[in-house]
């Protein structure tokens, strides 16, 4: 029996319930049979979030002056977005969109990257946050989206 084998054994009778790796005779040893592993299929494209990230962090690196200045404008953007919906009473979209504002202001006074699990859940809708075009929070994703557009870095 082979280390990692003797390790398993041992381990399945110390720590794991019995059964959960079954012996295994010497010729079985190194086969694995009725296994099937579902895959997604690679399309070889990043996730919104992941497109604008990757775009990001290559400004961050290749091109600071241009990574404050963008991410300035989205800071600003972010905070006008915050404003109508805080003066169309929506006052929980108005408190997403001003933290957004806030980690893109502190992004492009820093040179960081802005708070990533913001960023996420403004992007992919995660954290609370809504992607109902009607509270607002949804104009993020868009707001940095066409900020970023246009925007050729080197790779």
Do not use: C, W
Not at 17 to 30: E, K, Q, V
Not at 96 to 106: G, Y
């Amino acid at each position: 029996m082979s280390a990692i084998g003797s390790l398993a054994s041992g381990l399945s009778h110390a720590v794991l319930p019995t059964g959960l790796f079954p012996a295994r005779s010497a010729a079985s040893a190194g086969t694995v049979s009725n296994v099937s592993v579902a895959r997604r299929p690679d399309t070889g494209k990043l996730s919104s979030f992941g497109q604008l990230l990757n775009t990001l962090q290559q400004l961050q690196h290749t091109n600071t002056a241009q990574f404050q200045q963008v991410t300035q404008q989205i800071a600003t953007n972010l905070q006008g977005a915050a404003q109508k919906a805080q003066s169309d009473g929506n006052t929980s979209a108005a408190s997403q969109l001003n933290l957004l504002s806030t980690d893109f202001r502190l992004a492009s006074a820093s040179g960081q990257l802005p708070n990533l699990q913001d960023l996420a859940g403004a992007i992919g809708g995660n954290r609370g946050y809504s992607q109902n075009p009607q509270d607002g929070a949804a104009n993020a994703a868009e707001i940095i989206s066409n900020a970023l557009n246009g925007i050729h870095t080197a790779a």
